[in-house]
DNA sequence: AATAAATTTGCAATATTGTTGCAAAACTTA
DNA sequence: TAAGTTTTGCAACAATATTGCAAATTTATT
């Protein structure tokens, strides 16, 4: 498993404290974060405008990638196979727990690939599939 | 073709200048609709929060759908067949062109079926490509 | 058609979310 | 450790979204 202070050596990124907390945040988060969950977690130990830029650089990099979503907040993921710079192949698909909302990678589900109308040329796709994660499943039938 | 008024009597709306122009407005436009771009087409003739409010309701009547974008910005789009109250069925992919920004319902390309790892129980999807769309194209290579 | 009842709108106020410039602080390099 | 570079935090601002409430509009009723 690889270390915060790894991850940002290997992308050459200056360690300060602020992505060491934001990145084992989430190394030690299964699912998705928005920008508040983050704000909430560190203690507002960070500047909004600190996180905000912590992102975008994380993002830039390819350590994070970001999740479509309907509802006003982006949402952000540790990126588990290494992203090139400017470069996500994040292609598998999101899914977005209806009862605990939690949003989680499902690394191994892979976008498929759909044929378009004659004319359209794809470059990237998401999927996100909303419903039940096996968690609250197995909470609901004991 | 449904006329605005078609549709809110149909869905047992009352009828307001604002609904119908909204509507309206997405009568004629081929593509998504951001909150900013129906506050633009209509002159600021109507609230801020009416226009807010609009959208909620035709969301919930299975008027429009929201498709889910990375970039903080919500995007409607007319449902093509009737939606259930509340029950959208927009299982079609959507298309977000990176050179003109639009975003356009691809109807008849229907979001493929993914096999979920065990414990995951799907209720709805939704795909995003983008990439070239075929307007874009025919200017590039006339 | 006129009125009562219900719904919708606009305003004001407020909350939330995101951006920019710049000086101080922290980090890296040599 | 000191110089050079990068990052942070503050302040101010801009854009986006939400809520309560009275006035206006729409619908239902007679």
């Known amino acids: 498993m690889d270390t915060s202070l790894e991850i940002l ?6 360690i300060t404290e602020g992505r060491k907390k934001i990145l084992e945040l989430f190394l030690e988060t299964d699912g998705a974060l928005a920008h508040a969950d983050i704000e909430k977690n560190t203690d ?10 912590t992102l975008q650089t994380f993002v830039e990099k390819g350590i994070v990638h970001q999740i479509p979503t309907t509802d006003n907040a982006v949402l952000y993921a540790l990126c588990k196979h290494d992203c090139a710079q400017g470069h996500h192949h994040d292609n ?3 899914f977005i727990c209806s009862h605990c909302q939690k949003t ?5 589900v892979t976008v498929p690939i759909v044929k378009l109308p004659t004319g359209f040329t794809p470059t990237q ?3 996100i599939v909303s419903g039940i994660c ?5 909470k609901a039938t004991p």
Chains 1, 2 share one sequence.
Request: net charge positive; glycine share 0%; hydrophobic share 35%.
């Open 44 to 53: 507002a130990a960070f500047d909004r405008v600190t996180v905000y830029r």
């Open 92 to 94: 598998h698909v999101h």
């Open 9 to 14: 050596k290997r992308n050459r990124l200056s």
């Open 125 to 127: 796709s998401a999927m």
């Open 134 to 138: 096996n968690d609250c499943k197995k």
């Open 104 to 108: 989680i990678c499902l690394d191994d």
